[in-house]
């Protein structure tokens, strides 16, 4: 009975061997890059328990779809890791754009309006309009830092989210 069996590979073997992307294994989550995408229940698609995203799959091209993102992600399975496809471009531009306005035109305007209608000399508080444009500089730099790691997904920041949503899941959450 043993004769017809196939030998199995090393564990050595196991490690360097390169497979290809199917519906009944696990494999590391690309987005969180922490937890592990699970073929769902009849059907073509995975889900990571942990950042609780959808994927759907093209077994053909060995590629994975974000699905419920507005943003379209994709990764090719090239046997042992993830690799991107890029992002879409226009979406990206617009992104930083946008994050370069939300920084600059705020703090411009109060800079602008300090060196154009400087603080009477003497007072006590006469560089609290520089420091006023200081302050909003940093807090729309907070922003615009979060629209960019809502946009392109950051490992490191999608795990702070769920480790933040679970904590304060576990503050609330009635005994």
């Known amino acids: 009975m043993s004769e017809f069996l196939p030998p199995e590979p090393s564990v050595s073997n196991r490690s360097t061997q390169r497979r290809s992307l199917n519906l009944q294994e696990k494999y590391p989550c690309p987005v ?4 592990e995408i699970q073929p769902m229940v009849m059907m073509d698609a995975y889900s990571c328990p942990f950042c609780r995203h959808l994927f759907s799959v093209n077994l053909e091209a060995q590629i994975l779809r974000l699905e419920d ?5 994709m990764w090719r399975w090239n046997g042992r890791r993830w690799r991107s496809l890029g992002a879409n471009v ?6 930083w754009l946008s994050s370069l306005v939300l920084v600059v035109l705020p703090a411009g305007l109060i800079w602008l309006c300090a060196y154009i209608f400087p603080p009477l000399e003497g007072l006590h508080w006469n560089s609290f309009p520089i420091i006023w ?4 500089c940093a807090i729309h730099s907070g922003f615009a830092f979060w629209l960019l790691a809502e946009h392109y997904q950051f490992p490191t920041y999608i795990t702070c989210k769920i480790g933040l ?7 609330f959450s009635t005994p």
Not at 32 to 35: E, I, T
């Open 133 to 136: 444009g200081e302050i909003v």
């Open 32 to 35: 969180c890059q922490h937890g």
């Open 69 to 73: 993102a507005v943003q379209p992600m």
């Open 90 to 95: 226009d979406l990206s531009i617009l992104v």
């Open 165 to 171: 949503a679970q904590l304060l899941a576990r503050l």
